[in-house]
């Protein structure tokens, strides 16, 4: 089966399309649903069943999460709900939409799909891809295999995570310029530089759209770097190279049985209605 549906999980939408992970390209209209208000675990999954009803695609479904996921399970809530810590995410979105369902790092995903479709297409060694938005995100892929989890934007640098002093919020927060900004993305680039050589860093996020801001001023030493080509589709398109390429789950693993009734409670919610991105 080549064409899987990708749904990424963002902090304001959950967008979703049916990819063709031999091509990495969309092969119908991406449709988006606002995030709910706190995005809490059983209020998100609705909306994810939502998409999945929407689409009506057979086989397996990829989605995206913005924090460490192992294993199916969500570790870690940077900045969501806090009740995503320790939750069988691929259980619960399993249930909910009556697909197996594969959960990745929004970053991760990310990452993939530029390494094998977008700006990393070809390029041989390691490649490092880091959204800058909310936080930071990264993943670091080497000869096509990702390490997951990488978590960078959680590094220290200047006595803070490198993500508060560098992500676009911290640039509007602090009122930066694009040059200033860069002065700062550039010491972060550097410090990476040092702890993995990278051959090339792929600038994603919502300042891949952007570049012509801030290219020129970013300085680093031996690695390349260049923003991001497959924009907002990255997400999608690495949600379903992963769910295409997962082993079919097995009747005992979890996403393929209901997540448990003390993991969520179902609660009302009000359907949103679908919005062309």
């Not at 397996?60 to 924090?67: A, D, E, L, Y």
């Not at 530029?114 to 990393?120: H, I, L, T």
């Not at 200033?180 to 860093?201: A, G, I, M, T």
């Not at 690495?238 to 393929?256: D, I, L, N, R, Y």
């Amino acid at each position: 089966m080549s064409v899987i549906l990708g749904i990424d999980i963002g902090g304001s939408g959950i967008k979703g399309a049916p990819v063709d992970t031999r091509t990495g390209k969309l092969v119908g209209e991406r449709w988006r649903v606002p995030t709910p208000e706190g995005g809490a675990p059983d209020d998100v999954k609705a909306v994810v069943a939502e998409l999945v009803t929407h689409f009506g695609l057979e086989g397996p479904v990829g989605v995206t999460f913005p924090g460490i996921v192992q294993r199916g399970h969500t570790l870690s809530a940077a900045n969501v709900h806090p009740d995503w810590v320790g939750l069988d995410a691929n259980a619960l979105f399993s249930e909910a939409t009556g697909h197996e369902v594969h959960l990745i790092n929004d970053a991760d995903a990310a990452g993939l799909a530029e390494a094998r479709f977008g700006a990393g297409k070809g390029v041989q060694g390691t490649v490092m891809v880091l959204t800058f938005g909310t936080g930071i995100g990264s993943a670091l892929i080497h000869e096509g295999v990702l390490v997951p989890n990488t978590e960078l934007g959680h590094l220290w640098l200047r006595d803070k995570h490198a993500e508060s002093w560098a992500s676009d919020r911290a640039r509007e927060q602090d009122d930066l310029n694009w040059k200033q900004w860069s002065k700062r993305v550039s010491s972060y680039l550097q410090h990476l530089e040092l702890l993995f050589s990278p051959d090339l860093f792929i600038i994603g996020g919502g300042v891949s759209k952007k570049a012509d801001k801030w290219q020129e001023h970013l300085k680093v030493g031996r690695s390349r770097v260049v923003p991001a080509t497959l924009l907002n589709e990255a997400g999608i398109v690495g949600a379903a190279m992963m769910a295409g390429s997962a082993p079919p789950a097995t009747p005992s693993s979890p996403a393929s049985k209901a997540a448990s009734g003390s993991a969520v409670k179902p609660v009302a919610r009000k359907a949103a209605t679908p919005k062309k991105a």
